[in-house]
């Protein structure tokens, strides 16, 4: 199954079961009072557990009618509506969204039309008292709500229950959602969010000979997360599990002969350590990779078939043979993590060494279009390998180079790194 959420934005870590001071957020936005003779007021509080875990409450001038809470990208200094002031609209890049409050007859996320008027659209109600902002916002575009992002509120309701068309709201409310603490074991590196273009639309020949399953060539964005500085280390992986299944010995030498289940195992394992130590929060783990992160990180903000440059040479890694020039690298073995120049993003040995297990199930193509942290989960048991290894070819070597492998094949040329990061489930 393919899971992924696109969107136009993305501002940092997501959010999950964080719990802060009750009263949050900065007002905005002039509010004029209704047929109540009252103000609508907006407040929020962390600590809902639920979603994003932001908690929304509209008090004082609310009839016990239709009505909608409102959400935005842009702050703005208002347009009349009716008898009210909507500030979530008036420039061209601002979009905003409605939930309904609880009580309403309809489903309601949906936008203002061109007309002024606010259409549905298909969507979720809420019950309880006020609203618990969810992780996701749908839209055309679905909007994931990051730790780090600002998302700006209000409230709308009818003035009275027989006044269908006379529009009143609450004054804006600006949220900034903040980060969980985490402590990150050593030797993790902070990737920033971004975006960038995935697979590549080299064609089948030489010197890249580039398989038809990385053609679909798409823009994905992700969250900010950690990564591996290195592949994870022969003394890393026994002193989690206890074993060394390695092939060729060494403490500093990428673990092999893992499959993807015993890393997962061991990534278990770590995140369970962790947990209990106090390092990071339920709903973060450390995991394998999705093959868009991985990916993401290779390049290092690179767009070349290589995080290097156009050609990948025997000075770059450790692999066999590069077809730039037709050259035999002379390579029997793997080599210590990190013998080799990092990238831009502070990772060794992403081209070469060792093959590395990224959590997804393989798929002969990309879905097209946009997406948002994009990953392919399910029971297959063809699992993604990237990276290539000390016995493979440059071709295998590069950033948009799709390796497979069964999930409990084991091999002298296959480990992994670990990430930090939302949990997934594969």
Not at 8 to 20: E, I, P
Not at 41 to 48: D, E, M, V
Not at 344 to 354: K, S, T
Request: net charge negative; proline share 7%.
């Amino acid at each position: 199954m393919y899971q992924s959420k696109a969107i136009t934005a993305c501002l940092g870590l997501a959010l999950t079961g964080l719990v802060h001071a009750q009263n949050t957020g900065t007002s905005f936005c002039n509010v004029i009072p209704n047929s109540t003779g009252l103000p609508t007021t907006l407040s929020g509080s962390f600590g809902s557990g639920v979603g994003s875990d932001l908690h929304l409450e509209a008090t004082q001038g609310v009839p016990g009618e239709l009505g909608y809470f409102l959400v935005g990208t842009e702050a703005t200094t208002g347009i009349a509506v009716s008898d009210g002031t909507f500030c979530l609209a008036g420039t061209s890049t601002a979009r905003f969204l409605r939930y309904n409050i609880p009580g309403g007859d309809r489903n309601s996320i949906g936008v203002f039309d061109a007309a002024g008027v606010l259409q549905n659209a298909a969507g979720t109600s809420l019950s309880g008292t006020g609203y618990d902002v969810p992780g996701t916002l749908p839209d055309t575009f679905a909007y994931r709500v990051f730790a780090g992002s600002t998302w700006h509120f209000q409230a709308w309701h009818r003035d009275t229950p027989s006044a269908a068309g006379a529009s009143n709201f609450s004054n804006g409310l600006s949220v900034t959602f903040p980060f969980p603490q985490i402590t990150p074991i050593p030797g993790m590196v902070s990737i920033p969010a971004g975006t960038f273009i995935m697979g590549s639309d080299e064609p089948f020949s030489d010197p890249y000979w580039n398989g038809i399953d990385a053609w679909e060539v798409h823009p994905v964005t992700l969250p900010s997360f950690w990564m591996g500085e290195y592949e994870v280390t022969q003394a890393e992986y026994e002193s989690i599990m206890g074993v060394n299944p390695s092939h060729f010995s060494g403490p500093n030498l990428p673990v092999e002969m893992v499959s993807w289940h015993e890393a997962r195992a061991y990534c278990a394992e770590l995140t369970a350590q962790q947990i209990a130590m106090g390092n990071i929060p339920l709903g973060y783990e450390y995991r394998l990779p999705t093959e868009a992160e991985w990916e993401y990180t290779c390049r290092a903000g690179t767009t070349t078939e290589f995080n290097v440059g156009s050609e990948l040479l025997c000075a770059d890694g450790q692999f066999t043979y590069t077809t730039h020039g037709n050259i035999e690298c002379f390579v029997t073995a793997p080599v210590p993590v990190g013998s080799f120049p990092a990238n831009a993003f502070g990772l060794y040995d992403m081209h070469g060494n060792v093959n590395e297990w990224c959590l997804d199930v393989y798929s002969v193509s990309y879905i097209p279009g946009p997406a948002m942290s994009p990953f392919y989960s399910g029971s297959p048991h063809i699992r993604i390998a990237r990276g290539g290894s000390w016995f493979d070819l440059s071709i295998a070597c590069r950033s948009a180079s799709r390796g497979s492998q069964f999930s409990w094949h084991t091999a002298d040329s296959v480990g992994f790194r670990v990430v930090l990061g939302e949990v997934i489930v594969p």
